[in-house]
């Protein structure tokens, strides 16, 4: 604006010769003078800034006049004769920073126009002092996907360049943006988190100066996510309290934890420092307890957990032992796990024993693994080998206690273990099997009817023990199907194994035959 004002008058100041009087000397060129400046000086400095014709017309009084401050300030005029420089010297101050030029005119000749420099920019150089970060939002602490904008400013200071650093190290290889004085954080992640300062600085004569701002530490947040609810049981004097635990995967403390039915209702509420709350709750055993959920915030949003159907059902019905070969093409040790399930409940909890002395759940040969269920033996050796069985009970009282039957493992049973269980059965067991399948796919399409319990009672005393505890309801609907044939027939093939097979094959084949009878198979 000033710079197109200024030039407005020069235009005009150039034009009345023209218009105005015509004196002589109309011949008289001046050609366009020359400013030296320093390119930049400090506050308080002392600067000559000097003007001067090239060729300067003979025997006129030349005079040049300096303008400043982006051409709204005169600095001063000055005559000189011939090829005499004009020597303005400026005490510099801060505002004097910008855009200079001089211009020549013949002095007290309005004839001839006067003319002007090149433009000059002349910077006035401040040193930086006191550097300060401020951060948007302020406290900088933001959830991640949030935006954060850091501002660096100084108290005093011209012409200067910014850095920027985390935790003391350059941040010019970041992702986030930088310009002028900020770095705009946009969707921040919990690798941005750190102490951050901005470094000011500017240089003058060889020198430079900085200043540093202290550091800001810059919080991220994690959301609360992956929000899991589960629970155990323990006994409460003759009642049973189920102990639900919601658990969050990932979550800045503090979160607050709250426990819900399917009402609505608040069962429980807690503000803690960890991923996880757990919230009592008295139920009664083979009771539906109502679906149950968590919701957990921490300030940015809310998460629900998946329902829970809260119902505990005690052990009961049969416990299976079941021997299989693990694969494993890298060693050449054998290694074959034994498995270990109970036809119900809710929380099994699983004892294992060899030669009837209790394993722990970890030995030289031996581990305990999913969750108790199953037994790995990684070797297979004389100390290993013996009469295995497990004992199952709930996990929050002994009161029922359902045993397996015993299995004897040695490397001798273990070599007979096939790797795909079904090739070896049918490739062994061909006739038999083609003969059970026969008689009972025929069964199944004459008579869906549960099949008689004598049958399961004669499988189950296989590999299958039977339980001894309280509640023993029908065994239902075991119809056999092409699915549980391939159990029965995988069930007789680790029999047979044990080494006490022949007696029980006769069992077996004796069991199907008289189901097959049962069913009343017409002569084909
Ligand atoms: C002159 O212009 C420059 C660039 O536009 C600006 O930084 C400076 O402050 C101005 N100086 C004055 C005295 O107006
Ligand atoms: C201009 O004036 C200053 C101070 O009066 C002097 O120090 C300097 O030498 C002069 N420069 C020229 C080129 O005459
Ligand atoms: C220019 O004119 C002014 C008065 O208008 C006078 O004082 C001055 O001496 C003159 N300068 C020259 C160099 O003629
Ligand atoms: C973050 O900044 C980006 C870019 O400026 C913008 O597109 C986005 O909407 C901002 N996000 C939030 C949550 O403000
Ligand atoms: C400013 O901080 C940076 C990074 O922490 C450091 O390298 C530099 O030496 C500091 N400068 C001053 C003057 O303290
Ligand atoms: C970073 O630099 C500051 C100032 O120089 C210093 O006080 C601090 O200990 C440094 N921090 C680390 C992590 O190096
Ligand atoms: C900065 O240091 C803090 C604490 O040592 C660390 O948690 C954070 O990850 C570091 N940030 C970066 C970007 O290196
Ligand atoms: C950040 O810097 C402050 C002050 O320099 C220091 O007390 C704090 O421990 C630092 N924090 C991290 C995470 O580096
Ligand atoms: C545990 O049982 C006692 C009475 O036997 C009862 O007072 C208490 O409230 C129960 N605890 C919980 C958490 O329900
Ligand atoms: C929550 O449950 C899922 C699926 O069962 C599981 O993958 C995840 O690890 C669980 N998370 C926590 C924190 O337990
Ligand atoms: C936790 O959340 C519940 C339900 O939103 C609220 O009633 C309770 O006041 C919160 N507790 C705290 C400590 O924020
Ligand atoms: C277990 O008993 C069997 C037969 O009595 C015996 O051969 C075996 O060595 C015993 N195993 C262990 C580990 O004591």
């Not at 000011?200 to 020198?207: A, P, Q, S, V």
């Not at 033996?377 to 045993?403: E, K, M, P, Q």
């Amino acid at each position: 604006m000033s710079l197109r004002l200024a030039a407005l008058i020069l235009g005009l100041w150039s034009l009345t010769p023209t218009m105005c009087d015509r004196t002589d000397g109309g011949n008289i060129v001046l050609g366009v003078p020359i400013l030296s400046a320093p390119e930049a000086s400090g506050v308080k400095s002392i600067e000559s800034f000097r003007c001067h014709l090239s060729d300067p017309p003979e025997g006129e009084s030349i005079l040049f006049t300096l303008y400043g401050n982006n051409g709204t300030k005169k600095h001063g005029e000055y005559s000189a004769h011939g090829k005499y420089t004009a020597n303005f010297t400026l005490l510099i101050q801060l505002s004097y920073d910008g855009l200079f030029y001089c211009t020549a005119s013949v002095q007290n000749n309005t004839a001839i126009q006067p003319v002007k420099s090149k433009d000059h920019y002349f910077k006035v150089i401040e040193p930086v002092e006191g550097a300060e970060l401020s951060s948007d939002p302020s406290p900088a602490e933001v959830f991640e996907g949030q935006n954060l904008t850091l501002s660096c400013s100084v108290k005093k200071g011209t012409h200067f360049s910014y850095n920027w650093f985390i935790n003391n190290s350059s941040l010019e290889q970041s992702r986030h943006r930088q310009e002028g004085n900020r770095l705009f954080m946009v969707s921040v992640s919990s690798e941005d988190a750190g102490n951050y300062s901005c470094m000011t600085w500017n240089e003058l004569d060889d020198t430079v100066y900085s200043s540093n701002s202290t550091q800001k530490l810059v919080t991220v947040r994690v959301g609360v996510s992956k929000l899991n609810v589960s629970f155990s049981v323990q006994k409460n004097g003759t009642g049973y309290l189920a102990q639900v635990r919601c658990r969050a995967g990932r979550g800045t403390p503090l979160i607050n934890f709250t426990l819900y039915d399917e009402k609505g209702e608040r069962l429980g509420s807690e503000e803690t420092l960890s991923l996880e709350a757990s919230f009592p709750v008295p139920i009664e055993l083979n009771r539906h307890m109502g679906l149950l959920h968590c919701v957990a915030e921490n300030g940015h949003r809310r998460v629900r957990s998946n329902a829970l159907a809260l119902r505990v059902v005690p052990v009961g019905g049969s416990v299976r032992l079941t021997l299989e070969h693990v694969d494993s093409s890298s060693s050449d040790r054998v290694s074959v796990r034994l498995r270990c399930a109970v036809e119900r409940g809710t929380l099994p909890q699983v004892h294992w024993f060899l030669n009837d002395s209790s394993l722990d759940s970890r030995g030289d040969f031996h581990r305990i693994e999913e969750h108790s269920q199953s037994l790995l033996l990684t070797s297979v050796n004389d100390h290993s080998s013996g009469s295995y069985h497990c004992v199952v009970t709930d996990s929050f009282d002994a009161i029922a206690r359902i045993s397996s039957e015993k299995l004897f493992v040695d490397r001798e049973v273990v070599s007979r273990v096939p790797v795909s269980v079904l090739s070896v059965v049918l490739g062994c067991f061909l006739f038999l099997c083609c003969l059970l399948t026969g008689c009972c796919i025929y069964g199944a399409l004459h008579r869906r009817r549960p099949a008689p319990r004598k049958r399961i009672r004669i499988l189950n005393s296989i590999a299958v023990n039977n339980m001894e505890y309280e509640d023993d309801e029908p065994v239902e609907d075991e119809y056999m199907e092409d699915g549980d044939l391939a159990t029965a027939a995988d069930m007789e093939d680790r029999d047979t194994v044990e080494g006490e097979s022949l007696d029980e094959w006769e069992q077996i084949e004796k069991a199907m035959q008289i189901n097959c009878m049962d069913e009343e198979v017409p002569p084909s």
